[in-house]
T-cell receptor, first 115, second 111 residues
């Protein structure tokens, strides 16, 4: 079984719709992240959470919100989707143990298309 | 200036050759450096981590770090067609609070 799972894997929606992307992990990691990937731009951090009560904005948080429901679950919401949010979205986790040096492990991704 | 820069490629090498991938970073206090491999349509997969100046070898992969020059590289020996992918360089520059990714270098290994 995959250590980091994301649902849905693909989603097509319309402008203005609310969308939720979900991430679950069985790695027992405290830290979780949401990234988006666009061609030529690499991975950009949207939000990150170092524990259930700690949520922080990344470099491109506008238009997004998150919820950390439990250590193992971290959801990303697009309150009112717009076409330039069309991208590949990845969830990632890492261990808070300093000896892990923040190595990150990624879910399979969600391909989101906003029409 | 981008925080982590990589040549976008594509870098094309023949099967069996050494592929050399390079990355520069801007923040001198960066502490941890990573190479991720990403196949088309798939998620990034960690293949190498390096934290100290010098070389680190793992099988066919060698990561090289030069903090004075703010430069990290990945060498792939005996390149195989299955190594064809995009390689992302990542730098952790806040002691574990945020990792910055480069845009990646596309590698093609010709059979």
């Amino acid at each position: 079984d995959a250590d980091v799972t994301q649902t849905p894997r693909n989603r097509i929606t319309k402008t203005g719709k609310r969308i939720m992307l979900e991430c679950s992990q069985t790695k027992g990691h405290d830290r979780m992240y949401w990234y988006r990937q666009d061609p030529g731009l690499g991975l950009r951090l949207i939000y990150y959470s170092f524990d259930v009560k700690d949520i922080n904005k990344g470099e491109i948080s506008d238009g997004y919100s998150v919820s950390r429901q439990a250590q193992a679950k971290f959801s990303l919401s697009l309150e009112s989707a717009i076409p330039n949010q069309t991208a590949l979205y990845f969830c990632a986790t890492s261990d808070k143990d300093p000896s892990s040096y923040n190595e990150q492990f990624f879910g399979p991704g969600t391909r989101l298309t906003v029409l | 200036q981008k925080e982590v820069e990589q040549n976008s490629g594509p870098l094309s090498v023949p099967e069996g050759a050494i592929a050399s991938l390079n990355c520069t970073y801007s923040d001198r206090v960066s502490q941890s450096f990573f190479w991720y491999r990403q196949y088309s349509g798939k998620s990034p997969e960690l293949i190498m981590s390096i934290y100290s100046n010098g070389d680190k070898e793992d099988g066919r992969f060698t990561a090289q770090l030069n903090k004075a020059s703010q430069y990290v590289s990945l060498l792939i020996r005996d390149s195989q067609p299955s190594d064809s992918a995009t390689y992302l360089c990542a730098v952790d520059n806040t002691g574990g609070f945020k990792t910055i990714f480069g845009a990646g270098t596309r590698l093609f290994v010709k059979a």
